[in-house]
Structures are given as structure tokens and as C-alpha cells.
């Protein structure tokens, strides 16, 4: 039988110094990254299906592996207020925050386009057959004033109605479009994808696609002058995470429609029929060209009866998502 000696029980000592010292520097380290994890807020206006880059981001550890703690919440368009107060660093109501940097030149930039289509439909009552034949009737919108509006008005002349006098636009109250037609208050309604299946499950009738009507952009999201000019390495990882979840979203279906609806707390079947719908107007790059910024401030003029549309270079910034592309690119990042 072997002897446990004297120089047994150093060596055992020693062993045993070296792994308490090894898993007191890990967990430095750990406690080290975590203290130095930049916090980042970004507000939501909505569990919509193109906001689910950024819990997509957040859940497959793109933010950690970019030193970022994103923490995200939920608020109406109001979040413009939040943003200028530096409550927040980020909103994802893109449109709101044109409007308020039109307005009012507040401090931000739209820096982040997830869809260069827009999400936008059509619905009528069963016996309107097209676009002519919405003369003289109601339709149903999220606000007479409201960009979707304005959008439909500029496409209404192509088919010979004057959207100022030929239809008359009304609000039915946040989601409501789709069941005021429904029950038969409007003819028509203008209507996001979820309400779209609503109404045609329920016998409406599709009259038209925006997003094949109108070169604009939509899911657009908003960051701070503040953020971007103090915290720049911050800003260039959240947008790298970000353009990581917009390329896993086109690779991993089954991934990215299990993860929206735990996001969302919607059925799978309506999961399912989100992705496969809307997959396509995704961006490749979190970026819109020229062209399609210079169509959105169009729209705003609109919206707010200005005289003058904004420059993009006022309003958008898109430098830090073309970066981050041409890095994720260089580097051969695939998901």
C-alpha cells in the first residue's frame, strides 16, 4: 500500500492554490465584463415581427459579445421625448422621429432601416372591386394624419380619385381599422400585416399592397446625436449585433419564428405566416438608399404641411450600419 508522504500533501497544497487562484482571476474576468458591459435602452413601440432583431440579438449573444447590455422596453411614440432626455439611447419609432427632428430639430438621427418595404395593405368590403371604386367612401386609417395616410393619398390620383376630396378618412382608434370594417363602419381601411389576416380570414377583400406601390421605408429606428457623438464604439456594437440577427433571421427560419413567438405571444400558425409573408422586405444591410430617405421626408412634409423637406443628411445616418456591414462582410461573418 502506497504512503501519502510529506512532499504528496505540498504538492496537493500547491494544486490546490493554483485552481482557487485560477477561478478567483475567472471570475474577475466574468465580474470584470459585466461591469464593463455598456447598458443601451432601446424603446419599442410594439411586439411587431420587425422589431425581432433586437431580442434576436439580445437572446443568440450578439449583444454580449460586443460588451453591450441591452435593455429593451415598450413605449408609444412618445419615446421621442425619452430619447431627447437621454432616458433612452435608441427608439424603434423611426417614423415619429423624423416628424420631431422635422418639427422641431431635435437631436437624432434615423440610423437603422430593417425594411425598405412598406407593411402597409388595403382592405374593402367584399363588393369594392379596385381602387376606383372607393369614390364617395370611408375608409378607415390610423390617423388622418398619420404617414400611411398621406402615402395612399399620393397613389390615389394614379387611379383618378383626389385623396383631399374623393374618399373620406377617418380614425376608428389604435387597431380598430380592421374590425370598423369589418362590422361595416368603412368600405375600406388601411391596415398593418396582422390586421390584413384578420380581415381577409373574415371575408375582406385585398385591394393593394403598399410596399408595391411607394418606395419608402419602414421599421426604422432613431439614436441620440448625444449617444452616437459620445459613445461611437458603443453605437458601432449594438449595430453590428443588430445586422448579425437581421442575417440569422434570413438563415434560421424555424429559429427566428420560434423565438417571435415567444416575443410576441402569438400562435405559431400566425408566426409562421409572418415570415414567410414579410422575410422578403427585409433590408440587407439596415439601410435604405437615397432615393427612398429623400421619399420618406416627402412624406413628412406632408404630414406636417411644411414648406420645405428636410435633407437627409439632417435626418438620417446610416454610416454606422454600412460600417458594420462592410466589417461583418470582411471578416466573413455568416450565422
Known amino acids: 500500500m502506497k504512503t501519502v508522504g510529506s512532499s504528496d500533501y505540498a504538492r496537493f497544497s500547491t494544486y490546490r492554490k493554483v485552481t482557487v487562484w485560477s477561478l478567483c482571476m475567472l471570475a474577475m474576468v466574468f465580474l470584470a465584463q459585466v461591469a464593463c458591459a455598456a447598458e443601451v435602452t432601446i424603446a419599442l413601440p410594439t411586439k411587431s415581427f420587425q422589431q425581432i432583431i433586437f431580442p ?55 440610423v437603422l432601416a430593417v425594411n425598405d418595404r412598406v407593411h402597409q395593405w388595403i382592405l374593402s368590403r367584399p363588393n369594392i372591386t379596385n381602387i376606383k371604386d372607393l369614390k364617395g367612401k370611408k375608409i378607415a386609417t390610423t390617423g388622418v394624419a398619420s404617414v400611411s395616410t398621406f402615402m395612399f393619398k399620393n397613389i390615389l390620383p394614379k387611379h383618378g380619385l383626389d385623396g383631399n376630396k374623393d374618399v373620406v378618412f377617418t380614425d376608428p382608434g389604435v387597431g380598430n381599422q380592421a374590425v370598423a370594417l369589418m362590422s361595416g363602419a368603412v368600405d375600406a381601411a388601411i391596415v398593418s400585416v396582422e390586421q390584413r389576416y384578420a380581415g381577409i380570414d373574415n371575408g375582406m ?131
Open 205 to 335: 377583400k385585398e385591394l393593394m399592397y403598399l410596399g408595391n406601390e411607394v418606395k419608402n421605408s419602414w421599421g426604422t429606428s432613431a439614436a441620440s446625436d448625444k449617444f452616437m457623438k459620445e459613445q461611437p464604439k458603443v453605437m458601432a456594437g449594438f449595430t453590428r449585433a443588430t445586422l448579425k440577427a437581421l442575417r440569422l433571421m434570413r438563415k434560421d427560419r424555424d429559429g427566428t419564428i420560434a423565438s417571435f413567438g415567444k416575443f410576441s405571444g402569438l400562435p405559431s400558425a400566425t408566426v409562421t405566416r409572418l415570415y414567410d409573408d414579410l422575410i422578403g422586405t427585409f433590408t440587407a444591410n439596415g439601410a435604405v438608399d437615397e432615393d427612398t430617405q429623400k421619399n420618406d421626408l416627402a412624406v413628412i412634409r406632408q404630414v406636417l404641411d411644411a414648406k420645405e423637406t428636410l435633407a437627409p443628411a439632417r435626418a438620417f445616418d446610416f454610416s454606422f450600419a454600412l460600417e458594420a456591414d462592410r466589417q461583418l462582410n470582411k471578416s466573413g461573418w455568416k450565422p
Open 56 to 110: 434576436l440579438a439580445l437572446e443568440r449573444g450578439y449583444m454580449k459579445e460586443e460588451g453591450i447590455d441591452l435593455k429593451i422596453t415598450f413605449m408609444e411614440p412618445p419615446s421621442i421625448q425619452a430619447l431627447v432626455a437621454d432616458s433612452i439611447q435608441l427608439t424603434a419609432s423611426g417614423g415619429s422621429a423624423l416628424v420631431a427632428i422635422a418639427r422641431g430639430n431635435i437631436p437624432a438621427k434615423v
